[in-house]
């Protein structure tokens, strides 16, 4: 029996990986988009650490096509030239330093693996990538791989131009050119095995998971077979055994085919319908109001919680493009924002990411922003500027820094409390004013309504005097904002003017005076 056991097991009957791999108490990422490794290395130090981060999903590591026309769009990232690690947020000592003292603070580092294609069939000829490698896009060569003809899909996509022309069509999504990438043969055990070596470099430099670019575009099975490959991760900083977190991008909105659930044998899955859903319910579009909130999650048909990766926004929706379209919440409209990512950290669904931005000249022109390519703050030789820290805490360089906002730190803390606590004490007005608790430990009351609130409500919560971590936070056992008091049998009145700054109120026990 026991072998019985050991042999299931090591068939991989559990072989997914869904645990992010944090320490303890530490349950959200964030996306540092486009962030220099020296600046993401100061980051875990001086601020993710001290305030209960778990980790951070970095912008790919490896060398890519350096693209001039538009000039140094943040989507070259996303067309490779070789798996050597070097791009503009730094070279290989310099990521090995990163990950090095951000898992010796206990912040995980989860990159970017960009494996379902090379750069684009028009990229041409030539050394002009961000090591210098030579390639040519039009034989299909990659020397510094090495990939020639034989590694990729020409042969089998159907369609006339080589190209995705429909989405209803699952062959051609897995087997044609996406956005004309030339498309990789996964099937092909050479190409498997290149992948695996290079996130297997990786996973010994004490990375601890990967989210996986364009999952739609590859087949379950051939992710599969590579991740199959795949070390386990480093003893200096986890435990004997422990597999890679693996979520994938999966961009399904419905409509498609294509379902996030094919993917779930492999890891988590990007939940997109998280982001378009909530953006349009705090917008209160098409009729939308926060009390549909009470059963958020599955009950929104969302994947399971136990295989869902979720977020307000990401580095490409965010731009008014892409999945989920013109309802997505951003920085750009921050007091909204602050509510959706408040909302997001305080419900048990999901693993939450939290966006961090650059700030980049955006500008409409017949509802498209013309600006939607625009790279990372860079310097006139194309190198990307630092990240400077302001005395108010802020970051400049038009860097936004979103995971440093007052609520949205604060809520990252707040989950970290209420960790593994169920969602209880749902209230609701029947309209936008809503509020839930998390078990004992947490409670959060929101006022989105275009009228006062003044209500008294069951938080769950010890009796006490709590510090509203929205609108100040506990420092030296005094709160810097608004005061909270529940009575002995756990209500509390709560009061939120619709014009107030930030119309959501967050106490916790790690906040109680
Ligand atoms: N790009 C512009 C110009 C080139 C890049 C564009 O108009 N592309 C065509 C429509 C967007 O399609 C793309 C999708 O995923 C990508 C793309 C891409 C993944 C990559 C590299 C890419 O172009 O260039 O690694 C995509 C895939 C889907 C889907 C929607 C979009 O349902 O299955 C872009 C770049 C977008 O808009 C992009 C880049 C990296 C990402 C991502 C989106 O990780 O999620
Ligand atoms: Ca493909």
Redesign the pocket.
């Known amino acids: 029996m026991r072998i019985l056991l050991l042999v299931l097991a090591a068939a991989g009957l559990c072989w997914g990986q869904y645990n992010p791999n944090t320490v303890p108490k530490r349950t959200s990422i964030v996306h540092l988009f486009e962030w220099r490794w020296q600046d993401i290395a100061e980051e875990c130090e001086r601020y993710l650490a001290p305030n209960g981060f778990g980790g951070v999903q970095v912008s790919p590591p490896n060398e890519n096509l350096v693209i001039t026309s538009p000039n140094r769009p943040w ?1 070259e990232r ?1 067309q490779p030239i070789s798996y050597k690690i070097c791009s503009r947020s730094g070279n290989e000592e310099q990521f090995k330093d990163m990950v090095k003292r951000c898992n010796d603070v206990g912040v995980r580092i989860y990159v970017d693996a ?1 494996v379902n294609h090379m750069c684009g069939a028009a990229g041409g000829s030539g050394t002009h990538s961000t090591c210098g490698s030579y390639f040519n896009a039009g034989n299909r060569d990659f020397p510094a791989v090495p990939y020639s003809g034989w590694d990729f899909n020409d042969g089998k996509c159907h369609t006339g131009s080589g190209e995705i022309e429909s989405y209803n069509d699952i062959y051609q999504v897995r087997d044609c050119r ?2 004309s ?1 030339l498309d990789l043969a996964l099937e092909k055990d050479y190409v498997r095995s290149t992948i695996a070596e290079y996130m297997n470099r990786l996973i010994d430099m004490g990375v601890a998971g990967f989210r996986i ?2 999952a ?2 590859m087949w379950p099975g051939d992710i599969r077979a590579f991740l199959d490959k795949l070390h386990n991760l480093n003893t200096q900083w986890f435990s004997e055994g422990t597999k890679p977190f693996i979520y994938q ?1 999966v ?1 399904d909105l419905g409509g498609e085919p294509i379902k996030g659930s094919e993917y779930f044998g492999n890891g988590r899955v990007t939940e997109f319908k998280y982001g378009a859903k909530l953006g349009t319910v705090i917008r209160k579009w098409n009729g939308e109001k926060m009390a549909y909130l009470k059963n958020w999650g599955e009950g929104w048909g969302f994947v399971p919680s136990d295989r869902a990766l979720v977020f307000v926004d990401n580095h ?1 929706n965010q731009r008014g ?3 989920g379209g013109a309802s997505i919440l951003t920085f750009w409209d921050a007091r909204l924002y602050k509510m959706a990512v408040g909302f997001m950290l305080a419900h048990p669904y999901g693993v939450t990411r939290v966006m961090s931005s650059f700030r980049w000249p955006r500008y409409f022109e017949n509802g498209k922003d013309v600006n939607d390519w625009v790279g990372p703050p860079s310097n006139s030789d194309g190198s990307t500027k630092s990240v400077t820290i302001n005395p108010d805490t802020t970051c400049g360089n038009d860097w936004v820094c979103e995971h440093r906002w007052r609520q949205i730190r604060n809520m990252v803390i707040f989950r970290n409390v209420v960790d593994g606590e169920p969602f209880s004490n749902w209230w609701d007005n029947g309209s936008n004013q809503v509020a839930f608790g998390r078990g004992n430990k947490g409670f959060i009351i929101f006022n989105n309504d275009d009228w006062n609130m003044n209500v008294y409500v069951q938080t769950g919560l010890p009796a006490g005097t709590y510090c509203d971590v929205i609108s100040g936070q506990k420092e030296n056992n005094r709160c810097t904002g608004k005061q909270v008091f529940v009575s002995g049998d756990g209500m509390a009145n709560f009061q939120i003017n619709t014009d107030a700054e930030d119309p959501f109120i967050a106490i916790h026990v790690d906040a109680k005076l």
Do not use: R
């Open positions: 989507w996303y960009v996406l956005s990438l670019d364009a739609k575009h991008e961009i490409d493009h892409g999945a």
